[in-house]
């Protein structure tokens, strides 16, 4: 047996839902269980195996293509042993037995209900060896068995069945367990007894959704059975997950704190971490860790037994427990946790105590269950122990529920009933009792069958029977479900007496009739109520069906008159109607009449109202109508104005002004209607009363009066909107409205001083004006002297005048003085007389000017306005003197009169040089400019210039002069006097004005130095460079290509470098000296010639190799204009000196007969062989060396292949620039090291 292999490690796995039974079916006796014994075939396809094990306790593998028959002694199904990760499910359909092995999915809880695995109790055959265990598969859901009226008899559903129902498929990337991969190949045959499987599933899980009468199992709740009935289940309180909680509660209360070590609890209230545990505590832990996996002593169908060892000390514990001191050992406490979900699945505690053995009960029968221990002691709670497992045994069914009746004549009743819980083991047959109609409580047995439906035949008519039902397997019989009692038809019943009228509605009528006379009352008689609407012509049609002997008939038109029979009914047949009886509806209320409006004009205390009458009056005539009213807009309080039948009405005693609303409903047989829609009415207002006549606010003003009243009494029902105020005149009938406007104040301007006024108001509202007030008198106080007349202006000459004017009006207040103001603009004019005087002379005046005046009179009351604005002109006089007089810069001093043969020199001299219009020498000329000064209304003709002991100079009416013929670096005093056709005016400011000394002459210019492509110039005598005290500086011009001399330099320096020429090329310059006294003369022409350029470095030319010579090439240059360009070669062996080896205009030379052991360098020129002058020789490229050749080893010369042919390559040694380059890189580094040196030893 110890040799043998496990049963999961023998060949392939099964399909994962492939019908294992592909056999003709076995005959109906055995399928149906009447045999003693039942064969079972199992079909092995190819590459597959199937495990069973024997009687003997041996396992045997047996693989396909094979078909296994398995016979059981009992009718049960035998245990099919499959690998982890899958279960098997078997199902009878249509007498055949089919197994299949489906993949195990998650495991929802609550979802489903449980379906039991066959019993093992009585099937020794198949039970596992105690060697070999062998896990029985986990419990799955089989879900849409109880509660379904389906079309699938009890008969063809097997008694055992996976607790769950699993994916349809497992993930390809998805492995079991034991490493295999599944096999998940389906032949068209598995594939639609898979599908046919799953659709009944998907049905009987509906049905139970449907019908199970509203209650979901919660995910705690236990599992419902797998049958389609079954009897009452346990109330949820006394069963937990098929436990019952009675013994649980005892043994918990059983349990208490035992304090064996005394130690406290050390982790109460918090997380214990294992670090903080001392070390007692931590060798209690691990004792209580070590506890063994229970063992069941005693399996019941509703309960098991079992019992385990105390935990076990570990050896290096009781080492350390003999070298201490002996104590007691601990009193542990254990606590018992069951799991019905599959050995990983969820653990509900069963029982606690300090017992090594525990009994549970309240199991489910034909369960698979899993049971685990966990040792405690005070706080400390130990791992829980490895699951044992075990299967409770079959039983009885469970009670069927009462039978129910199909149908049923006067002589016979068809009773169904659906199948209880078969709690492990097949139903074979149901036991239907009846008490045969005596009514005693004695019942006999009328049936006894597999069927779950019977008809009683040969019974008695309208007689009342009663039954019940028990249902029978191998395991015995179950209880007796409560009688029910049923009725058998009898003779058609007689016509009733006609309906009776209970109560009328609007749109329903109650009605009520008797039962037939004779009729016995265990007879269920229906009852059938006809109704016809009179004018409908349609007949009576039935509108109630019922065994009730009262009607509602509902949704009837209103004041309709109806007729109603009712008929009586039973099993055997309908009697004739009963008589006729007739019912009106009641008439309905009728709706609101229609919005009411208003008749004609409302008056401002009445207005009359009228309405149309309702659309429609309910089935009944309208009585009477009833209006009210309500002031405001609020509606808040309504009050009764007109209760009769017309359809208009007057209200009256109304405000004006005011707004009220109405509206109206209407009374009829039918009752009152709802209000109508609200009416809105302003009335309108009147206007308002006589206000009070205004009064004086303060001390009346010489010209205004400020006036304040108060509102009127009666406003005519509308706010005052307005105010308006008449003023009356002194000696005047009619008013003038001098004030509109809602404020209650206003101040009256415009009026005369000293003067009586007469006032008077009136209010206004949206109505119109009211009366006027009755009139006030105001006088008004004294007041400022009007205005003056226009003064008199006499002018006596251009700088004086005489102002003369007229007293005004006084207004009552004699006048104390006059105020006279005068200015050149009438804008800006000043107070320059104040006096009671008549009259005022000003001097001072300028001629020919315009000046404004204006005259003013004051009294005590005020100052009166000022008169007209007056202009007067003074008369013409001499010019004024010249204020402000300028020298002109040099670029203002141009030549404009070029009549004179110097000028005309000058010019052509200026046109040759492009330098713009000639300028007039600051060395002999002074020009002068001078702002032209006031002509006094005499337009200027000419001025006269006055420099001193020369003769004056007259010009005309010009603002510019140039004198000329000074002598150079001279002072001369000038003033500056104008003329009119009055004279002249005074002469100017006397200013002093010198003229500069003489411009430089142009110094030699020479060409010092040049190349082809620059010419340095060098003039006069003095440095290089510029000092910041030269005065004079020089201007360097060079002749462009279009003839004209453009700027090079400006500057104090004494010499310029020309770039960016051309080679072999003529440029023409010239040069002018300049300083403080002007710019000099230009030079004469000076024509430099540049040299023609030297070929362009080459790059070191490239040397290769050959044998005992060598071929040395290197770039070529093209021509430079024209000329051609030859190159020449130079070698050194050696420490020699660099010798021609070749000259011409190849790019390619070829040295013979070289040294094995010298050491040759090569550079290269160009030359440029001009047509007209020597050769140019340009610059030596870079040298190249070219090494002797290596000497080979023997070793290395006696090789032989392509790599020893190859000569090695002579190393190239640095070029001048690259030996320059790396000494300067090497002193700059040396450099920074000796800075940082010094940084760090000396200065820190």
């Not at 004549?409 to 139903?427: E, F, M, R």
């Not at 006088?779 to 005489?802: D, F, M, N």
């Not at 203002?892 to 004179?900: F, G, I, L």
Request: aromatic share 8%; charged share 20%; net charge negative.
């Amino acid at each position: 047996m110890a040799d043998h292999t496990p049963p999961l490690e023998s060949g392939q796995l099964l399909n994962s839902d492939l019908s294992l039974l592909t056999s003709p079916p076995p005959p109906p006796s055995m399928v149906n269980g009447d045999g003693a014994q039942q064969v079972i075939l199992v079909q092995v396809n190819p590459g597959e195996a199937f495990t069973i094990q024997r009687e003997d306790g041996q396992f045997q593998c047996i693989t396909g293509p094979a078909q296994v028959p398995m016979m059981s002694p009992n009718g049960s199904v035998p245990p099919i042993y499959v690998p982890p990760g899958y279960v098997q499910q078997i199902i009878e359909e249509n007498g055949v037995r089919r197994v299949l092995v489906l993949p195990q999915a998650e495991f929802h809880p609550g979802g489903h209900s449980p379906l039991h695995h066959p019993p093992h109790a009585h099937l020794q055959a198949f039970i596992p060896h105690p060697h070999h265990p062998i896990m029985p598969p986990p419990p799955h859901l089989y879900s849409g068995m109880a509660g379904s009226t389906g079309d699938m008899n009890a008969q063809y559903i097997s008694q055992y069945h996976p607790a769950h129902i699993y994916s349809e498929q497992v993930s390809s990337d998805t492995h079991p367990p034991h490493g295999r991969t599944p096999f998940v190949h389906r032949d068209e045959r598995a594939n639609k007894t898979y599908e046919r499987l799953q659709k009944k599933l998907k049905e009987r899980q509906g049905g139970q959704a449907g019908g199970g009468g509203g209650l979901v199992p919660s995910k705690d709740s236990p599992p419902l059975s797998p049958q389609k009935s079954r009897g009452t289940p346990p109330a949820g309180g006394d069963l937990q997950n098929g436990l019952g909680l009675k013994g649980v509660e005892e043994q918990c209360q059983a349990s208490a704190t035992v304090t064996g070590l005394g130690m406290e609890c050390p982790g109460r209230g918090r997380d214990v971490e294992p670090g903080e545990l001392n070390e007692k505590t931590q060798a209690l832990q691990e004792w209580l860790n070590n506890i063994g996996k229970p063992v069941v002593t005693d399996i019941q169908a509703r309960g098991a037994s079992l019992c385990w060892v105390a935990p076990v000390m570990t050896v290096a514990d009781e080492e350390q427990k003999e070298g201490e001191e002996k104590s007691e050992d601990p009193s542990f406490s254990y606590e018992v946790s069951v799991s019905y979900c599959g050995k990983d699945g969820k653990y509900n505690t069963a029982c606690s105590g300090k017992e090594l053995s525990a009994t549970i009960e309240d199991l489910r029968p034909a369960t698979d269950y899993h049971v685990r221990v966990q040792a405690m002691y005070n706080c400390l709670q130990g791992n829980p122990s490895e699951p044992a497992s075990f299967t409770t045994l079959s039983c009885e069914p469970d009670t069927p529920s009462p039978p129910r009746k199909a149908s049923g004549t006067k002589s016979n009743l068809v009773l169904q009933w659906k199948a209880p819980c078969d709690n492990g083991s097949k139903i074979q047959n149901y036991i239907l009792q009846w008490d045969e109609g005596k009514g005693t409580g004695v019942f006999e047995q009328c049936y006894y069958g597999p069927l779950k439906q019977y008809r009683v035949t040969k019974l008695s008519p309208a007689t009342k029977y009663s039954f019940r039902l028990a249902a029978k397997n191998d395991m015995g019989v179950s209880e007796f479900s409560e009688p029910v009692d049923m009725m058998t038809s009898c003779s058609v019943p007689a016509p009733p007496l006609r309906p009776e009228l209970i109560q009328a509605g609007v749109t329903w009528l109650c009605l009520q009739w008797n039962r037939p006379v004779g009729s016995p009352k265990e007879d269920e008689i229906g009852y059938v109520l006809e109704m016809e609407e009179e004018g409908s012509g349609y007949g009576f049609q039935p509108s109630y069906d019922g065994d009730e002997v009262s009607c509602t008939v509902r949704n009837l038109h209103r004041s309709t008159k109806y007729k109603f029979r009712v008929a009586a009914y039973n099993t055997e047949g309908k009697s004739n109607p009963s008589p006729v009886s007739e019912f009106t509806t009641a008439p309905d209320r009728p709706s609101c009449p229609c919005k009411p409006s208003v008749k004609g004009k409302p008056h401002p205390t009445s207005f009359r109202m009228t309405w149309d009458p309702p659309k429609d009056n309910g089935g009944s005539d309208v009585t009477e109508y009833v209006v009210e009213l309500s002031e405001g807009l609020s509606g808040s309080s309504w009050e009764q104005v007109y209760r009769g039948s017309a359809m208009e009405c007057v209200c009256d005693g109304l405000k004006p002004g005011w707004s009220y609303q109405a509206r109206v409903y209407c009374l009829s047989e039918g009752g009152q209607s709802p209000m109508s829609e609200t009416l809105q009415v302003q009335m309108p207002a009147v206007p308002p009363g006589p206000c009070q006549p205004p009064r004086v606010v303060g001390k009346p003003k010489a010209r205004e009066v400020q006036l304040r009243w108060a509102p009127p009494q009666v406003d005519g029902g509308s706010a005052v909107c307005s105010y308006s105020v008449e003023v009356f005149a002194p000696q005047a009938e009619e008013g003038k409205e001098v004030y509109q406007g809602p404020e209650l104040d206003c101040t009256v301007c415009g009026l005369l001083p000293g003067r009586t006024y007469g006032f008077r108001l009136r209010a206004a509202n949206k109505a119109g004006y009211g009366p006027s007030s009755e009139r006030s008198e105001v006088t008004t106080g004294p007041g400022a002297p009007e205005a003056c007349q226009p003064p008199h202006i006499v002018c006596k000459s251009p700088s004086c005048a005489v102002v003369s004017w007229e007293a005004p009006p006084c207004n009552g207040a004699a006048v104390t003085e006059y105020r006279l103001e005068w200015g050149a603009a009438e804008g800006s004019m000043q107070v320059c007389y104040t006096g009671s005087g008549m009259s005022h002379e000003l001097k001072g005046l300028l001629p020919a000017t315009n000046y404004f005046c204006r005259v003013q009179a004051v009294n005590v009351a005020g100052v009166g306005p000022f008169s007209d604005v007056v202009l007067c002109q003074t008369p013409c006089s001499v010019p004024a003197a010249v204020s402000s007089v300028h020298a002109l810069r040099e670029s203002e001093m141009r030549v404009e009169d070029r009549s004179s043969d110097r000028e005309e020199e000058e010019e052509e001299e200026g046109e040759e040089e492009g330098d713009g219009p000639l300028l007039y020498s600051p060395s002999t000329c002074l020009g002068l400019r001078w702002e032209a000064p006031c002509d006094h209304g005499a337009e200027i003709t000419s001025y006269l210039i006055d420099i001193g002991e020369r003769q004056p100079i007259l010009t005309g009416p010009v603002t510019k002069y140039i004198i000329q013929n000074l002598q150079p670096d001279t002072s001369y005093r000038i003033r500056i006097q104008a003329l009119n056709s009055l004279g002249a005016g005074p002469f100017s400011h006397t200013f002093k004005l010198k003229t500069k000394p003489l411009p430089p002459l142009p110094p030699r210019l020479e060409c010092t130095a040049f190349s082809h492509q620059t010419l340095r110039l060098k003039w006069g005598e003095g440095p290089a460079k510029s000092t910041p005290t030269d005065s004079l500086q020089y201007h360097l011009q060079m002749e462009d290509k279009n003839g004209r001399f453009v700027s090079l330099y400006k500057g104090p320096c004494h010499t310029h470098k020309v770039q960016r020429l051309n080679e072999s090329t003529s440029y023409t310059f010239r040069i002018q000296a300049f300083n403080e006294a002007g710019e000099g003369p230009f030079s004469s022409v000076y024509t430099f010639t540049t040299p023609r350029s030297p070929p362009a470095p080459l790059k070191a030319p490239r040397v290769e190799r050959l044998d005992e010579s060598c071929e040395i090439s290197w770039e070529a240059l093209p021509p430079m204009k024209g000329d051609p360009v030859i190159y020449c070669l130079q070698c050194m062996q050696g420490n020699s000196e660099f010798k021609q080896i070749h000259k011409g205009s190849a790019t390619v030379f070829q040295l013979p007969n070289l040294s094995s052991s010298a050491e040759y360098r090569f550079r290269v020129c160009a030359i440029r062989q001009c047509q007209d002058a020597p050769e140019i020789i340009g610059p030596y490229s870079s040298t190249v060396t070219l090494l002797p050749p290596r000497i080979e080893t023997p070793a290395s010369s006696s090789s032989t292949g392509p790599k020893a042919a190859e000569a090695p390559r002579p190393r190239r040694s640095l070029t001048d620039e690259q030996f320059s380059f790396l000494i300067i890189a090497l002193l700059a580094i040396t450099s920074i090291l000796i800075a940082v040196a010094i940084q760090y030893f000396v200065i820190e």
